[in-house]
């Protein structure tokens, strides 16, 4: 029954870095549509700081689901 757990843990933890993955490139696309859009001064930088919250939320994430990873393949 462990190793079921274990396994669980390994796939959630997986799920969870692809979706973090997923997120930085969505804030890459969105800040390069910003950046093409021709803005500049305070508007870009209030929009780099929207970003600032989309990247570090899916850095966490993606980081999160690393260590299930990990944790999951260390204890099975």
Known sequence: ME??????LVWIGAVLCLGGIVGLARCIQ???RARNEGLEGPALQERFRKLTLLNTASLGVSALGLMMVVAGVILS
Do not use: C, T, Y
């Open 3 to 8: 190793g079921v757990a274990m396994e669980w």
């Open 30 to 32: 969105l800040a390069l």
